[in-house]
């Protein structure tokens, strides 16, 4: 029996129509020269050859009698009439790049919930935008994929088996598969496996506390050491151990959605990052603290005099592995949006990432994906009920502003039945208390920015977008000479010095 993981599980108790629990993309595809027939048929087609290669399509849950632990999965045989639909787009899609059309189309479309009685993923098929500036077809594709199936590189995976690198599909090889095919479960195998399952996460928490003890004690001094809170505003050093200001975001979200989307040259992007001595995911982060305070100003709002906190994904998934559950935890850093000056606020979100991961490096071995489940379900699924009905996201300080995360993709062009990517815009998850999540994704050459908000908190996500390219243009024309590094320590003097100075 295949038990959901904890984490996996997770994204199952904790969804509600407020909170759907499914990422996905946007993808704008060209159709090829002198396409003829329906896209959505011809996907299905592509989706049927497929299949056999992506067993987190091909499952559906299976639950546990009176809800007692996580259900498992079990074997299934997807309906692609049910799981590839087709949209028709309203006239206005056809003028110009039909962007405005696909975000309401995405924002209209994200609130609805997968049908758990089947696998829990869905395609949408956009038709009705005008041609490509080659003059030819476009159609575009919204995917629906649960987070408790898989996270942000297992989707990656994914796309690996489904997309081509040319337009005509590569063959398939198959080979029989010796598993024996399981479409359910009874109760008693169910009890028995969950017991086990249980005895087995027990078992491995204690062989692994001794362990886990000195992991955490490594992490609290990486922690010390890179915080102010002991160290006094002189250290130079900057927190991530630190609340977030409240801010129109830390609100309980809606069944709303408001989304928008925008790309940038990665190439650019990569020269911005080595110029001033940072990441590409620092970069990322520093559009997006200076997008806030240009939202911000343009509503006429006061910057909070402490910084805005991002809440980052991080993975724990080990370099090959293709599976598809969840292997990801979540970071904080300080996006320093209180410094007006855009170098200072650079050089403080270089230290903070640099903290952060000073201090995960001592966590990522012992960080759970796992745990015993037995009565989790009900303690979690209450827990969220009156999370969200009474409003608690806005009653408790907030640990971060929004979520960001930085999801690399492939640098080629991909095909999909035949038609070319042209986009690849995730669409990903608000939860109360982080009303916007901006994720991106690197593909062909730029970086496609998806950005996901809740529709009461910011109806407006396009123009916080239209920030970000302002921002990435603010980046581009600062004095590179003048880039600050990150912020120095204090020199320690010799020590006959200190002993002088001692006497």
Known sequence: ??????????????????????????HVLELPPGHRGRFATQLKALMAQRLPLMPALRRRLWWMPLNLANPAWVDATPDLDHHIVEHKLPKTASDGDGMAALHEAVAEL????????RPLWRFHVLEGLGKSAAGRKRVALYTQVHHAAVDGQAAVALANILFDLTPEPRPIELKPSTRRKVFRHDMAEMLRGA?????????????????TVTSLAKAAGAVVSNTTLLGGKRSGK?????LAPRTLLNVSVGPGRAFASLSLPLTDMKALAKAHECSLNDMVLMLCASALRRYFAAH??????????AAVPISLR???????????SLSFISLGTHLADPLRRLAHIRASSAAMKSTMRSLKSVLPT?????????????????YGRAKVAE?????????????????????????????NYPTSIVVHGLALNVTVQSYDQHMDFGMMADAAAMPDVSRFALAVGQAYEEMQQLPVAMATPAAPQRSRAPSRIRKAAAR
């Open 395 to 423: 009653k408790i300080p907030p640990v971060a502003t929004m979520t960001i995360s930085n999801v690399p993709g492939p640098q080629v062009p991909l095909f999909l039945a035949g038609a070319r990517m042209l986009t």
């Open 370 to 386: 796992d745990f015993p489940s037995i009565g989790v379900p009900w303690l979690m699924e209450a827990a969220r009920s009156v």
């Open 318 to 328: 080990a370099a090959g592995d293709t599976s598809s559950d969840n292997q990801a």
């Open 195 to 211: 017991l086990a399952g249980e005895a087995l996460q027990v078992g491995q928490l204690i062989r692994e506390l001794p362990g």
């Open 300 to 309: 006429g709002l006061a910057i909070p005099r402490k910084p805005m906190i």
């Open 110 to 117: 994200h609130p609805q919930l997968l049908d758990r009685s």
């Open 238 to 242: 900057v927190s991530n151990l630190a």
């Open 1 to 26: 029996m295949q038990q959901l993981s904890g984490l996996d599980a997770t994204f199952l108790h904790l969804e509600s129509a407020e909170m759907p629990m499914h990422v996905g993309a946007l």
